[in-house]
């Protein structure tokens, strides 16, 4: 299970220099010469780590999946499908040891990662680098035999996909009636857990579970949560549809929301609520409610809620995505072209790749000076408004805005809009 919440002391030495203790350096990837970005709000400074730290690195092992889900981007591509083949994993597994601290390695993408017959050596060989390893999949292939050799391996963390708390709503969004099976698969690997548990230091992996939010399915997330902890799970993601199709743009829950971000990108102009802790119940639970509508910034007991506008969530957590054919990417949502919908325009999604493992090592592709001022602009988000001004012809692909980005033009991502999210 991941750390708590953790706190350093930092001092300032004569010359007014930060120093900060020599294990926060080293989990941020600081080294001497590195930059860090602080920004300062409400008398909090926030630290990014250096755009040259490499934190996580997704890994799609294929794109070929056992399901055929109504969500899913593969049912509006053109794709070639195959498998990450040996030579590309030792290519990464190579170019892995060239970064301190080693980065986590989240094996995931378009499609089902434990589909690849060599998913098990994959986690392994990380796993023997001294890295952390997490996975996530839709459980329906997770047999006692998978079970059992994911946690003799030291799968740190799995991530199960589950989009409803029931049979038939599971099987309107995943197109099969395989819940039944999900849950007595996640049971058996609870009981597994607990076997390996008492003879082991650890119980990994621990569980999470994600959640896909819709029209037709949202009002079983309270259910899903309430099965995912009897499940044993300790983590919940949950994120908005992305909708690649107009039948799937009529389920998003956020026409408000994504024309409301235009004002919440002049922070000063919106309204700050500052709520503390106190008793969820009937009646605070709906003056909450109340003041989230009001489209008020709140901060709940320090946390910020309905915030993350105009921020890559890629960038900030120091990731990389690395496709089955060894592509490299900056996000997952760059791995592949697709189409997806903003009110009723289409917009395409061209893929975008820094280089290919095969070619290059990682390290090569990451320090690369052209890679790293993207993730600068990135950083920095200097990209035209198109997620909610979505105006003119420039908003219909990510090849050009009138800022004069030019390909990835990341203004309609709705990652960057707090909108989708990806464990």
């Not at 934190?55 to 055929?68: G, R």
């Not at 989009?163 to 099987?171: F, I, Q, R, V």
């Not at 009529?250 to 922070?267: C, K, M, R, T, V």
């Given at each position: 299970?991941?750390?708590?919440?953790?706190?350093?002391?930092?001092?300032?030495?004569?010359?007014?220099?930060?120093?900060?203790?020599?294990?926060?350096?080293?989990?941020?990837?600081?080294?001497?010469?590195?930059?860090?970005?602080?920004?300062?709000?409400?008398?909090?400074?926030?630290?990014?780590?250096?755009?040259?730290?490499?934190?996580?690195?997704?890994?799609?092992?294929?794109?070929?999946?056992?399901?055929?889900?109504?969500?899913?981007?593969?049912?509006?591509?053109?794709?070639?499908?195959?498998?990450?083949s040996a030579d590309t994993f030792e290519l990464i597994i190579s170019s892995l040891k060239d970064f301190d601290p080693l980065p986590t390695i989240f094996f995931g993408g378009i499609g089902e990662p434990l589909s690849h017959p060599e998913l098990i050596e994959m986690v392994r060989q990380v796993k023997s680098l001294g890295a952390r390893v997490e996975l996530i999949t839709n459980g329906t292939l997770l047999d006692e035999e998978l079970s059992t050799r994911l946690i003799e391996v030291g799968l740190d963390m799995l991530w199960v996909s589950i989009?409803?708390?029931?049979?038939?709503?599971?099987?309107d969004v995943r197109l099969g009636d395989a819940l039944p099976q999900v849950i007595e698969n996640l049971q058996r690997l609870q009981s597994l857990r607990q076997a390996f548990y008492s003879f082991s230091a650890h119980n990994n992996p621990d569980l999470g579970i994600a959640f896909v939010a819709m029209r037709r399915n949202i009002t079983d997330l309270p259910a899903v949560l309430q099965l995912g902890t009897q499940l044993g799970a300790t983590h919940f993601s949950i994120s908005n549809l992305l909708p690649y199709t107009p039948e799937l743009a009529?389920?998003?829950?956020?026409?408000?929301?994504?024309?409301?971000?235009?004002?919440?990108?002049?922070?000063a102009l919106v309204p700050r609520a500052s709520m503390p802790r106190f008793d969820l119940n009937t009646l605070t639970k709906a003056v909450l409610v109340e003041v989230l509508d009001r489209k008020y910034q709140v901060t709940l007991a320090g946390g910020e809620m309905n915030t993350n506008i105009g921020i890559c969530p890629f960038i900030h957590k120091g990731s990389v995505s690395i496709?089955?054919?060894?592509?490299?990417?900056?996000?997952?949502?760059?791995?592949?072209?697709?189409?997806?919908?903003?009110?009723?325009?289409?917009?395409?999604?061209?893929?975008?790749?820094?280089?290919?493992?095969?070619?290059?090592?990682?390290?090569?592709?990451?320090?690369?000076?052209?890679?790293?001022?993207?993730?600068?602009?990135?950083?920095?988000?200097?990209?035209?408004?198109?997620?909610?001004?979505?105006?003119c012809e420039l908003a219909n692909e990510n090849m050009e805005d009138c800022f004069g980005n030019i390909l990835p033009a990341c203004g309609g991502c709705l990652w960057a809009q707090g909108l989708i999210q990806c464990p």
């Open positions: 299970m991941k750390r708590p919440y953790q706190k350093w002391t930092a001092q300032i030495d004569e010359a007014g220099r930060l120093i900060l203790p020599a294990e926060l350096a080293t989990r941020l990837g600081l080294k001497p010469g590195s930059q860090v970005q602080l920004g300062e709000e409400n008398h909090t400074i926030h630290l990014q780590r250096p755009l040259t730290s490499l934190a996580k690195v997704y890994i799609e092992p294929t794109n070929i999946c056992n399901m055929n889900c109504s969500t899913c981007m593969r049912n509006v591509w053109e794709m070639s499908l195959g498998r990450m989009d409803g708390a029931t049979p038939e709503s599971y099987a009529s389920e998003i829950l956020y026409n408000e929301a994504l024309y409301d971000q235009g004002a919440s990108s002049f922070p496709r089955w054919d060894g592509e490299v990417s900056p996000c997952l949502a760059l791995m592949h072209p697709h189409v997806y919908y903003l009110d009723d325009r289409q917009r395409r999604s061209y893929a975008y790749s820094v280089g290919n493992i095969n070619q290059r090592r990682l390290v090569e592709l990451w320090n690369d000076p052209e890679y790293i001022a993207l993730r600068e602009r990135l950083l920095y988000f200097d990209f035209s408004p198109c997620a909610f001004c979505n105006s």
